[in-house]
């Protein structure tokens, strides 16, 4: 079904932009990496309710300040979408994650309960993750993304194609793998089949100096057709910033990130005071990046 008060939106990234027309969009949708992130906090392996609750919780903190916010139906999207703010666009992950306990997402495909089941009444956006790779199934996700961008298009609601590149095993063994390479080439193949925003991994995961990152920003701009955010998975935690602020003065239009505002809230044992004493002022600084040196997203349609 359609949600009619929603079309708008589908063609106007401003519902899950700043003013600016700068997008600084906090993710929440993580599953079982989420569950084995406490693990290796030394909490355990934590039930459902305790994945809930730290994803209110992180709602609660962050949810007031970001343009967009980004969550799973799995965990907590009925109490986000009844306490979110108007203001900030609300983002429904559909993407359905082959992923073993304590692994890495190995495939996706489509969520059709949220494709054909869930009531979108108050979300903006939908999110697909693609695991990118130069295999026999390349094609296939190629379709895929086609079929999400078709879908979104038909619901009335933005489209956010967030693909993850990773290597063959040949690639590893012959030592032929180069990440940033990868990434353009997904970026040139994905980006031009209709999504509203191409939400990509950090050039060089934050590595470079100053220089080396613009550089790096400025050549995947260039791979890059339509508006497009970082995320910030693989990047340490001190180097997302900078790494945010190189990307906008190259193109990018902002960020959508989990892991650099709140992994290390994880597991502590007053997690509302982590997140406003930690995660709060980590978003505030973003956010002041983002609107001096993001290129609105109208500009970069």
């Known amino acids: 079904m359609t949600n009619p008060a929603s079309t708008q939106a589908a063609r106007d990234l401003d519902a899950i932009a700043r003013p600016t027309g ?19 906090a030394g909490a355990g392996r934590p039930e459902d309710d305790v994945l809930v609750r730290f994803k209110l919780d992180v709602a609660a903190a962050l949810g007031p300040l970001a343009s967009g916010f980004l969550i799973d139906r799995h965990y907590g999207f009925e ?6 703010p108007a203001r900030t666009g609300l983002i429904l992950a559909a993407d359905a994650l082959e992923q073993a306990p304590g692994g890495p997402v190995e495939e996706t495909g489509l969520d059709d309960v949220v494709l054909t089941q869930t009531d979108l009444d108050g979300v903006s956006a939908l999110k697909l993750l693609v695991i990118w790779r130069r295999d026999v199934k390349r094609e296939q996700r190629v379709e895929l993304v086609r079929r999400f961008v078709a879908a979104c298009r038909e619901r009335g609601v933005l489209s956010v194609l967030e693909p993850v ?25 994905l980006s031009v089949l209709g999504q509203s925003l191409y939400k990509v991994q950090v050039p060089l995961a934050g590595t470079g100096d100053v220089a080396e990152q613009r550089a790096a920003s400025e050549k995947l701009n260039a791979a890059i057709t339509g508006p497009w955010v970082v995320l910030s998975q693989g990047v340490e935690r001190p180097a997302f910033l900078p790494s945010v602020e190189a990307a906008c003065r190259a193109g990018a ?20 005071r982590a997140l406003r004493e930690l995660s709060v002022p980590r978003l505030e600084r973003l956010i002041d990046v983002v609107d001096r040196e993001a290129r609105p997203w109208r500009e970069a349609s």
């Open 253 to 272: 239009s902002g960020f959508l990130a989990g892991r650099a505002l709140w992994s290390d809230v994880v597991g502590h044992p007053d997690v509302p």
């Open 165 to 189: 590149v990773r290597a063959t095993p040949r690639e590893l063994d012959d030592g032929s793998w180069d990440l940033d390479v990868a990434i353009r080439e997904a970026a040139r193949e």
């Open 79 to 84: 109490c986000v979408r009844e306490t979110l």
């Open 22 to 40: 700068a997008l600084a969009m906090v993710a929440m949708d993580q599953r079982e990496s989420l569950r084995h992130m406490f693990d290796l």
